[in-house]
């Protein structure tokens, strides 16, 4: 435990009730509240350095919920996520050294958690992906005689060179709708990739990918999202 941990107690109602009613009924809330030691109305928590366990709920909640759930698309399981970040972190609070923010330590648990998410998702998936060949795959898009884009196919602009922010937004929502059509592994990887910006290295360790499956996987996330974003948004 760190030297100036100090012990303190605050009222639940006003201090520790969420600013989200899902998380209020959840049946993990009521474990969270257990763990910190509630006493007639009352908790007792320990502090170390600036994480400070009673705001958890009220500061982060919402933030983590968003987070994930632009990770996943369910948000049942994203719920479940958070409230299991919450319980992990409880049980390490002891070991946070103040090295980072608060935030960025609870969204680094989360992300681990997420990342079980997809490694659960994309086992046994790998072999079915993989028994699907290349040249299948650019068949889709790609007449065999040339290899040229099918008509139906071909890259066409989007339309973002004039910035105009209520554009960037819709085409955002509907970027997240195609990714979301993806098969898991596929979006697993894109979106560790693309928005959590993780290494090709850490990727292929994390899902249990070969270099070369990779690279495929992201060429063909990205022909397949190109071609959702043609039909949907142009």
Partial sequence: MCKDSVSFSTNYKSKITPTSAWWNNGILWEIFKSKMHIEKGQITVTRVHTCD???????????LYGYTLSRINDEELARDLVQETFLAALERVEKFEGRSSESTWLTAILKNKIIDVYRKKSSGLLKRQEARTEAQ????????????WKVQHQPQAFGLEA????????????LKQCMQKLPSLWLSVFTMKHMDEETTETICSELKVTSSN????IHRAKVSLRACLQKNWI
């Fill in 214 to 217: 990779y690279w495929v996987i």
């Fill in 163 to 174: 910035c105009n922010p209520l554009l960037g937004k819709e085409f955002s929502h509907i």
């Fill in 53 to 63: 366990p009673a705001q958890w709920v009220n500061k982060y909640a919402d933030y």
């Fill in 137 to 148: 795959d650019l068949d889709d898009f790609f007449e065999a005689e040339d290899g040229h």
